[in-house]
Each structure stands twice: as structure tokens, then as C-alpha cells.
């Protein structure tokens, strides 16, 4: 799992390189703009470090997955979103029986974007706040498992960097807070993916 995610960000590091050592600067017009569509999707490997609480200081394992995420700009400066993570590995061994975990996350997210009328359409800076469903799985194997889900928090903030008018590189990292039975697993997630807009955006 660790060398497919090296390799993704070595396919992100040539886009870019490609696109900003050799494809010069275009010009980025968008929903903001009443130009484009403002529908979008993205996709990117998710990297999920653990700050569970009351471990008993079991040393537990960060973890490994995907996230993806839909939105629709309403204006310049907000958006709406839909979030799904999955994250594979918050591992740890007890009296040497090894124990694997997993987590899935939804959320629907308000996204601002509070430099848009301030920078370049090219890079953009945003903040979000979400709510939705978590779930978190431990097995053990031969011994069973445990699960749960409960209600969700989500905050965070990043950066897009538009490689063209439709396709951006982009890095956020949020905090997932879990409420209820699963108050003790919140963990921060950082993503790298790229993000596609729908329709062909009209010239500037």
C-alpha cells in the first residue's frame, strides 16, 4: 500500500512539473465567474493519523486509504460537499494477538473559500466544516470484532492549484471528532488528489 501511494505522488509531482515548467499559465474561469459548471469531484490517497484517547498506551498504527468528495459552488466563495473516507490500518497488538483497524467516514461539508475574490483563480485556499456518520471497525481474527458508528464531526481547511481550467491539485487536511461510543478515535486525515470540473468552461 506504500509504494502505490509513492507512486501516485510521483504521478501528482510530474503533472505538475509538467504543467508549470512547460505548459505555461492558463487563465482559470469557473462558477465564480458564471463561466464553467460548478459541479466537481475529486479522489486521492488519505493518509489518517491516530490521536485515539484512553489507549492504556498501546502503541497503535497510523493508517492508510482513499478519500473522495463531490461539491457544487454556489458563488465565489462557498460551496457545499459531500465526503467519503475510508481509512485502512490503526493496527496494534495485545498480549500478542495483532488487531486491525479501519474507519469509514461521511460527511457533508460547508466549504468557504475566503481569498477567492482576493488571489488568482489559479490557487485557492479553503476552509470547511462537516457533519455526517462515522464507523470503526477493530478485528482480532480467530477472537471476533468489534464495530460502531455514531455521529461525526469534521473540520478542516486546504489548498486547490488548478492545473487547467477544468483539473486541480489539491492537499487539505481535517479532524475527524467522533461522538458517542466512539469519542475515543478521533484522528487527523491528510489527503492529496486531484479534482475535476465538470462542463467546458467558456473563455475568460
Same mark, same amino acid.
Given at each position: 500500500?506504500?509504494?502505490?501511494?509513492s507512486?501516485?505522488?510521483?504521478?501528482?509531482?510530474?503533472v505538475?512539473?509538467?504543467?508549470?515548467?512547460f505548459?505555461?499559465?492558463p487563465?482559470v474561469?469557473?462558477?465564480?465567474?458564471?463561466?464553467g459548471?460548478p459541479?466537481?469531484i475529486?479522489i486521492g490517497?488519505?493518509?489518517?493519523?491516530?490521536d485515539f484517547?484512553?489507549?492504556?498506551?498501546?502503541?497503535?498504527?497510523?493508517?492508510?486509504?482513499?478519500?473522495?468528495?463531490?461539491?457544487?459552488? #454556489?458563488t465565489?466563495?462557498?460551496?457545499?460537499e459531500?465526503? @467519503?473516507?475510508?481509512? !485502512?490500518?490503526f $493496527? +496494534? =497488538?495485545?498480549?500478542?494477538v495483532?488487531?486491525?483497524?479501519?474507519?469509514?467516514?461521511f460527511?457533508?461539508?460547508a466549504?468557504?473559500?475566503?481569498?477567492?475574490?482576493?488571489?488568482?483563480?489559479?490557487?485557492?485556499?479553503?476552509l470547511?466544516a462537516?457533519?455526517?456518520?462515522?464507523?470503526?471497525?477493530?478485528?482480532?481474527?480467530?477472537?471476533?470484532?468489534?464495530?460502531?458508528?455514531?455521529?461525526?464531526?469534521?473540520?478542516?481547511?486546504?489548498?486547490?492549484?488548478?492545473l487547467?481550467?477544468r #483539473?486541480?491539485f489539491?492537499?487539505?487536511s481535517?479532524?475527524? @471528532?467522533?461522538?458517542? !461510543?466512539?469519542? $475515543? +478515535? =478521533?484522528?487527523v486525515?491528510?489527503?492529496?488528489?486531484?479534482?475535476?470540473?465538470f462542463?467546458?468552461?467558456?473563455?475568460?
Open positions: 500500500m506504500k509504494y502505490a501511494v507512486r501516485i505522488h510521483a504521478i501528482c509531482l510530474i505538475l512539473v509538467a504543467q508549470f515548467g505548459g505555461g499559465t487563465d474561469a469557473w462558477a465564480g465567474d458564471g463561466t459548471s459541479v466537481y475529486g490517497p488519505d493518509f489518517g493519523f491516530e484517547s484512553n489507549t492504556g498506551g498501546i502503541d497503535i498504527d497510523d493508517a492508510y486509504g482513499f478519500n473522495t468528495w463531490a461539491g457544487l459552488r #454556489l465565489d466563495v462557498f460551496a457545499t459531500l465526503n @467519503l473516507e475510508y481509512l !485502512d490500518g $493496527d +496494534f =497488538s495485545v498480549f500478542g495483532d488487531i486491525e483497524g479501519q474507519a469509514l467516514a460527511t457533508i461539508n466549504k468557504v473559500f475566503p481569498l477567492a475574490r482576493v488571489l488568482t483563480r489559479r490557487i485557492e485556499p479553503f470547511y462537516g457533519a455526517g456518520i462515522g464507523w470503526v471497525e477493530f478485528d482480532a481474527g480467530s477472537f471476533g470484532s468489534v464495530d460502531d458508528t455514531a455521529f461525526i464531526f469534521r473540520f478542516g481547511g486546504g489548498l486547490d492549484l488548478y487547467t481550467k #483539473l486541480a489539491q492537499v487539505s481535517s479532524y475527524v @471528532l467522533p461522538t458517542g !461510543d466512539l469519542d $475515543d +478515535f =478521533s484522528y486525515s491528510l489527503v492529496l488528489g486531484l479534482q475535476y470540473r462542463g467546458q468552461p467558456s473563455s475568460p
